[in-house]
């Protein structure tokens, strides 16, 4: 015969199981989540941000090239998906040669 007591005793011991599961659970969820969501690499350049920047926030050319969206190479701002480099005079493109 199951009394009252040990009923309840047994429905502690399950709450308490649950609890800490949970508390486990959301405990390693913080810590596997920086290394769980991959990079995304910005990949939309935005020349006329890199122009205004330059001319109107008086930056160099690593501040504004990265808040444009590009890649600072050789002191150039180059498009990191057509490989176009922008000077720092102007934004007109020229071809980068690669070889």
Do not use: E, W
Not at 35 to 46: E, Q
Not at 65 to 78: E, F, L, N
């Amino acid at each position: 015969m199951i009394t009252c007591q040990t009923t309840s005793l047994a429905r502690h011991v399950r709450v308490r199981r649950l609890v800490g599961a949970t508390l486990f659970s959301a405990a390693l969820a913080l810590v596997v989540s920086p290394f769980a969501h991959p990079v995304v690499a910005r990949a939309d350049y935005d020349p006329s941000f890199y122009d205004f920047c330059i001319k109107n926030l008086g930056q160099g050319v690593d501040y504004c090239c990265a808040h444009a969206g590009g890649v600072v190479k050789g002191g150039k701002c180059v498009d990191s998906v057509t490989g176009n480099v922008f000077s720092r005079t102007s934004t007109s493109a020229v071809r980068s040669s690669r070889g």
